[in-house]
């Protein structure tokens, strides 16, 4: 599944720092309805791919550092390492089982490529920015 829980949290989590204000994570997670111990993992993600920093101690919290207009769906599948592959069979290293007992092209593996590429395109194409507004 493209498009999972965490992936929605990510989307919640950026949304509730797209004013650029500091916020702690029980803020986020209570303005979001996010569980805080998830949300506390995916702002770890999000600040290891530069688009939030986190101030620690008394008066810390989360703030957005990149621009939500720059960056894509793609992007925040890719950063929180989350499956983008229609199918097993795209993954580099595949070891179809087919392979082994017929010996006719498989027509289902290209169709899946050009689908994976129509929808990677579409990925690439929504901004953080459109998804949260």
Avoid at 38 to 58: D, N, P, V
Avoid at 67 to 85: Q, R, T
Avoid at 92 to 118: M, N, W
């Amino acid at each position: 599944m493209l498009i999972t829980r965490e992936t929605d949290y990510a989307l919640r989590i950026l949304r509730a720092l797209q004013d650029g204000k500091l916020r702690t994570i029980q803020e986020i997670s209570e303005r979001e309805a996010t569980p805080r111990p998830f949300a506390y993992r995916i702002i770890k993600k999000l600040e290891h791919m530069g688009w939030i920093t986190i101030s620690r101690g008394a008066e810390g919290g989360c703030r957005l550092a990149a621009n939500l207009k720059n960056v894509n769906l793609y992007e925040l599948l890719e950063g929180i390492g989350a499956d983008k592959d229609v199918s097993e069979c795209l993954r580099d290293g595949y070891c179809c089982s087919r392979k082994a007992v017929c010996t006719d092209p498989c027509g289902i593996h290209p169709a899946l490529s050009e689908l994976q590429a129509i929808i990677d395109e579409e990925l690439k194409s929504r901004t953080i920015w459109s998804m949260i507004q």
